[in-house]
Each structure stands twice: as C-alpha cells, then as structure tokens.
C-alpha cells in the first residue's frame, strides 16, 4: 500500500513550494528554525520522538486498522518513543 509514503512525499512537496511561494510560510518555518536554535536538544528530541515513533504511529492506525488503535500501538510507542529520543543529536 504505497499510499502513506506518497502522502508523505505531497507533505514535504506542500511545505516546500509554500516555503518559497509564501512569506507567511517561510516566516513560520524560519520562526520554527529559531526556536529549535534556542531550544538545542530539547525541540531535537522532541520533533525524533513526534517524527519517528507518534507520526508513524499513527499512519499505521489510520491506513492498516483502519482509523481503529489497539493495545499493540501503546506498546509500540512505548519502545518507539525512548528509542528515538536517545537516537537524536544537536546537529
């Protein structure tokens, strides 16, 4: 099912035309750069764990189970989560 992947694909395709075809948007991602410079480590591990284990997390639920979560996902999380926590760096 290659749909969750092109649906991730269009998002990144959305945000960059936006990026240069919108002040607005170039101001909040520019914003958004800003706070991760003030933050350092704490918006990095943040954004791992909301990109590599939540984000994930939930496609499964809304393109496999068909929007249903089952006691499987809590448990994934529980790994995911602290795995991408410790897995991210300041760079």
Known sequence: ???????????????????YASGTVA???D????YKQQ????????AGMVAGAILPELFVVF???RGKP???NL?????????WAIDCDSG
């Not at 099912?1 to 990026?19: K, R």
């Not at 914003?31 to 800003?34: D, I, K, P, V």
């Open 70 to 72: 089952h006691a499987q």
């Open 75 to 83: 448990r994934n999380l529980a790994f995911t989560i602290p795995t």
């Open 39 to 46: 933050h350092g480590i704490t918006f990095v591990i943040g």
């Open 63 to 65: 393109f496999f189970q």
């Open 27 to 29: 101001d909040a991602l």
């Open 1 to 19: 099912m290659p749909f969750p992947g092109l649906i991730l694909q269009g998002a990144m395709l959305a945000i960059l035309i936006a990026y």
């Open 31 to 34: 914003r958004l750069a800003q």
